[in-house]
């Protein structure tokens, strides 16, 4: 069973990976810019973060001494592209206080740390959770962790792989279990399955006809089979109301007949 979700699994990427092409993700010349955009891009789009993070590239301040060498005041100026501007503001300078402070500034130290424990530092800084810091520790850090977001949820429950309900923890050790451990591999797929949702699997309209996992999506083939059953009831409703008018229109001739002379 394990071998079949795994081919599964890597048919699906090779489907995205066809479709999309490369996606080159993520955007970010640095690490530390990595993380930066990683917290600026919460609950917003791309564009927005990018926004917030070309106006701090400009005040010379894409750096955790540079970030912390601003008010919480000034830096939250910076980043109101990418909206809740202070509560991002306060975020980028607890996580920098933890560099400069705990590892001196040196960054690489910090993502140097085993996996695991990096995580649970990441975890413990204000305003990162769960998603942001496994973007951080496989973009940033390059250390072999799939990322979950919204869009995974949506697309593999879609396909039959998880229920909607299901939690962060459950959907990420499915896809730690079922897939190698590779750090190019998870970068790829994650971002595959975020342009299919941004483009195609669309939250309340998805534009199934122009996905490339259509064959094997069970909420598509539901959605047909309701579709067909909708035709066929408006056809039988058609052909009902077609033979009880053809009868009320021959009654009508035959009164009218018996009437002539």
Request: proline residues 5%.
């Amino acid at each position: 069973m394990d071998g079949d979700v795994r081919v599964q699994l890597m048919e699906i990427y090779e489907r995205l990976y066809d479709h999309f092409g490369p996606r080159h993700w993520w955007p970010a010349d640095t690490p530390f810019e990595v993380i930066v955009g990683a917290i600026l891009t919460q609950n917003v789009s791309w564009r927005s973060a990018a926004a917030a993070i070309a106006n701090i590239k400009e005040a010379g301040l894409l750096s955790p001494e540079g970030l912390l060498s601003c008010s919480q005041e000034e830096l939250a100026a910076l980043v109101r592209p990418a909206r809740y501007h202070n509560q991002k503001a306060k975020k980028l300078q607890s996580f920098c206080r933890v560099v400069v402070e705990e590892f001196g500034g040196e960054l690489e130290d910090f993502l140097a740390l085993e996996m695991k424990e990096l995580r649970k530092r990441l975890l413990a800084v204000y305003g990162i959770g769960p998603e942001t810091a496994d973007a951080i520790i496989l973009y940033a850090a390059e250390k072999p962790i799939f990322v979950i977001d919204a869009y995974t949820g949506r697309i593999f429950s879609r396909l039959g792989f998880f229920s909607e309900k299901a939690g962060y923890e459950e959907m990420q050790r499915f896809f730690m279990t079922h897939l190698p451990p590779d750090v190019r591999l998870y970068n790829e797929y994650h971002a595959l399955i975020d342009a299919l949702g941004h483009y195609t699997c669309c939250k309340s309209q998805p534009r199934c006809g122009e996905c490339p996992l259509e064959y094997r999506c069970k909420a598509c083939q539901a959605k047909q089979v309701l579709e067909r059953k909708q035709i066929e009831e408006r056809e039988r409703n058609a052909a009902g109301k077609g033979r009880s008018g053809f009868g009320k229109n021959t009654g009508v001739q035959e009164s009218r007949s018996a009437r002539d002379p």
